[in-house]
Every structure is written in structure tokens, then in C-alpha cells.
């Protein structure tokens, strides 16, 4: 690690301050991926700010007119355990406890949770080149170790996955991301924060040079009747996501009124496809109908020489969770799920 100094914003314009202009001086929340950065030489930081402080981040508010807004430095168990969203968004509190450990989830913030680095083997050592790390010194993830890899949109240049869970959730929800920058405040749509990798991988989401996360929108639509996270992983907790898949609807007369599915351990961000839920819109929600809309969602999919698998658990993934939304009491341990 390297020598860095340590400086406290109190509120969020003296952080914005500390920051802007000055890409060494980088903000520290629950530091449960930055200081890993750090200690691995990934990262360099002239100074760490820290935004611990700020009180006004730190809680749940609801809006008069419907949704809420979670505070940027809340924890994810402190939101995970909310009643608020216990009750009213089962489908993040669900996805958010399929994350991390319990430890790391005390500590990590939501903030912290968009702005989390890949979990890409290659990234992580500064000896072997790395795209994202290094620009231009190249991708041993496509010809190397690439089962935890990218099988949508990835590039030429990186084929590394975004890791969240929480973020697959929001994404599904459609929340809006609140920055605040040296310009003033602005939103941005979740489907528009995290980027694919193009010809740009070291640059990972929409956030501007000197902007901070202030929070996290969610619109009034809940989704608490039928809602399910699936999450596919090589151990049964503290693994990341081969395929997570966030599902929700509602439903009229029987049919799918509305329909939100997003995947994640695929691609370099949450992955959605709006023409697959425009298709399932006001179809029964059987297996046939949810495979075909698997199908659309997972169009242009293409593999490496180790996640070839990835492809058929995605689609396999995306109709049994259709079927645990449809009953989410099928979600009990031991419960067998049916469409
Ligand atoms: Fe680096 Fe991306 Fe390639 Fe991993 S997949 S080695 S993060 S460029």
C-alpha cells in the first residue's frame, strides 16, 4: 500500500471540494473494496477522504409523493433490514442479503455497493497486465482463467462482470442514482450508471471526475406481491454470482401486467432487456412464455473457453425464477417452485 494522507468531509460540498479536480484524493465510505484496491497496489490515493460523517447520508427517507430515497452511506444491512424495505421492496432486501457476508455488509455502503470494482483474477494482481487496470496492456482474461466472465456485451478490450447483487435488484426496480458534483446536483437513470467496457474498461460507470453518490431513488412500484433473487454461485454464501437473476411483475386478471428481469454475473453492468419484458407484457406467466423471453434477453450471447455454461444456467435461471416470483412463498427452504 501506499503512503496516502487522511482528511474527514464533514458535509457533502466540502467532500465534493476535496475531491474535484484532484483524482489522487479518493473517498472512503465502509472501505470494503477500496482499501483492498489499496493494500494490492490496484489503486493509488494521494489522500482519503473520508464521508463517514455525513450525517444526512446515512438514513431512509420516504417521499411524500410515493418511493424512497436510501441514504448513499447507509449500510447494506441497515437497508436489507429496514422495514420499509423489508415490507415494501422484498425483491432488493432479498438480493442485497445474497451479497457479501454479514461482516462486509455491516460495513459496505450503497454507495460503496455501485461503485465496487470487478472481481476479474487478473484485475487484482498489478504482475500480469490488465485493460482495466492499465490501459492498452491487454486482456489475459480471454484466453486465461475466464469462468466467472462475461458472456453480454463484453469487448475485445475486457470481458470482466460487474459483481452486485444489490445493484441487480436496482436495476430491476428502476432506481435513479443521486450525485452530487462541483455543477450542482443531478440524477442519473440506473440502466444509464455502470457502462460496458467497450474501448473504454478502466472507465466503469457515468460518474463525473469530482461527483459524489448522495443516494438512491425507488419509485412508488414496489413489486412485494411477486418478486424473487436467484443467485447461482460455486458456494452457498460469500461467493459471487455465476448468474444472479432479479425477477418481478405484477399481474392482472392473471396475466403479467408489468415485468422487470435483470441479470447479473453476465455482463460489466446489471444486464436488462426491455423488449423481453414488453414481450412477456400481458402473457400468462408460464414456462413457455418466460423461456422465449429468456431467449430475447440472451440474444447475442457468446462464450469463452470456460463459461460456455453460463449461457444455458442463464436461461435455466431466468425461468425458475419466474416461477419462485410467481409464488414467493416458494422461496421457503424445501418449497419446490411451479409455474
Ligand atoms: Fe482486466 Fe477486464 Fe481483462 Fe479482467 S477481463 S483482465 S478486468 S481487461
Request: charged content about 20%; overall charge negative; aromatic content about 8%.
Amino acid at each position: 500500500m501506499n503512503n496516502f494522507s487522511y482528511t474527514k468531509a464533514c458535509d457533502i460540498g466540502q467532500a465534493v471540494d476535496l475531491i474535484n479536480g484532484n483524482a489522487g484524493h479518493k473517498i472512503v465510505a465502509g472501505g470494503t473494496n477500496i482499501l483492498d484496491l489499496l493494500k494490492y497496489f490496484v489503486t493509488e490515493a494521494e489522500t482519503i477522504v473520508d464521508i463517514n460523517t455525513i450525517e444526512e447520508l446515512s438514513s431512509l427517507t420516504e417521499h411524500a409523493e410515493g418511493g424512497i430515497r436510501l441514504g448513499a452511506l447507509m449500510t447494506n444491512a441497515d437497508t436489507a433490514y429496514h422495514p420499509v424495505i423489508e415490507q415494501q421492496y422484498p425483491l432488493l432486501s432479498k438480493a442485497i442479503l445474497a451479497g457479501a457476508s454479514a461482516q462486509i455488509r455491516n460495513m459496505a455502503t450503497n454507495g460503496g455497493n455501485l461503485l465496487q470494482k470487478t472481481r476479474c483474477y487478473y484485475f487484482y494482481d498489478p504482475a500480469v497486465p490488465c485493460n482495466k487496470r492499465l490501459p492498452g496492456s491487454g486482456c489475459p482474461a480471454k484466453e486465461g482463467h475466464n469462468r466467472i466472465h462475461a458472456i453480454l456485451g463484453h469487448s475485445e478490450n475486457c470481458i470482466a462482470v460487474f459483481p452486485s447483487d444489490m445493484c441487480v435488484a436496482l436495476a430491476a426496480l428502476d432506481a435513479v442514482v443521486q450525485i452530487s458534483g462541483p455543477d450542482g446536483n443531478r440524477e442519473i437513470q440506473f440502466a444509464d450508471f455502470h457502462r460496458l467496457p467497450g474501448d473504454t474498461p478502466e472507465i466503469d460507470n457515468n460518474l463525473k471526475q469530482g461527483e459524489v453518490i448522495i443516494g438512491i431513488d425507488l419509485p412508488a412500484e414496489t413489486f412485494s406481491d411477486h418478486y424473487s433473487y436467484l443467485k447461482l454461485r460455486d458456494r452457498s454464501s460469500y461467493s459471487f454470482a455465476l448468474v444472479s437473476v432479479a425477477t418481478a411483475f405484477t399481474l392482472e386478471n392473471e396475466l403479467i401486467k408489468e415485468v422487470r428481469i435483470a441479470l447479473g454475473g453476465v455482463s460489466h453492468k446489471p444486464w436488462r432487456i426491455k423488449e423481453a419484458e414488453q414481450f412477456l407484457a400481458g402473457k400468462t406467466p408460464s414456462e413457455e412464455n418466460f423461456a422465449q423471453a429468456a431467449d430475447i434477453i440472451l440474444q447475442g450471447a457468446s462464450a469463452f473457453k470456460h463459461n460456455e455454461f453460463k449461457i444455458g444456467l442463464a436461461k435455466k435461471a431466468i425461468i425458475r425464477n419466474a416461477a419462485m416470483a410467481l409464488h414467493p412463498e416458494s422461496q421457503r427452504p424445501g418449497a419446490k417452485p411451479s409455474l
